[in-house]
């Protein structure tokens, strides 16, 4: 007997789930576009919205997006499809049917933006500018902010000079 139990569980365990659902939404964010079945697109749908949500706020939302995506995700969802949304109040994303899967006749379904944007090729960056590329948000979001820079310079003492000690005997 199902109790109110909430979410699908895709007989997987919930860091399996985590990671698929992250994933999912990933390629959801940097290809615009995926083709899916309907359980898993339901189950990020919601997910995903509220980040586009999120990322509307501008640059300031960055570091709360980490935690659900990768870097270059979140450069994306803050530089390009936040702004497409700013005018619309929810309902960003839907879900198109499409014939089943052969293999396991599975529904397939097809969830993507609802606003498209020019298709961009997605190129392979290296990790350290992407890092640079958030530091520069983070940091530059923190001087907006306090009109501080992001690290204050601290002096630093000169180190403590060690004494050994001798064995006797």
């Given at each position: 007997m199902k109790k109110q139990v909430f979410g699908r569980k895709f007989k997987k365990d919930v860091n399996q789930r985590k990671a698929l659902f992250r994933n999912l939404m990933r390629s959801l964010i940097l290809n615009e576009e995926i083709k899916t079945t309907e359980a898993k697109a339901k189950s990020i749908k919601g997910q995903v919205e509220k980040l586009v949500t999120v990322a509307k706020r501008g640059e300031s939302a960055s570091y709360h997006l980490l935690k659900d995506v990768s870097e270059d995700a979140v450069i994306k969802l803050v530089k390009e499809i936040g702004p497409r949304f700013l005018k619309r109040p929810?309902?960003?994303t839907?879900?198109?049917r499409l014939p089943n899967?052969?293999?396991d006749n599975a529904e397939m379904v097809l969830l993507e933006f609802v606003e498209?944007?020019?298709k961009a090729v997605v190129k392979k960056v290296k990790k350290s500018e992407v890092k640079?590329?958030?530091k520069k948000i983070v940091k530059s979001d923190v001087t907006k902010k306090t009109g501080m820079n992001a690290a204050p310079k601290v002096k630093t003492a000169a180190p403590k000079q060690t004494v050994t000690r001798q064995k006797k005997g």
């Open positions: 929810g309902g960003y839907r879900i198109v899967r052969l293999k498209k944007g020019e640079k590329d958030i």
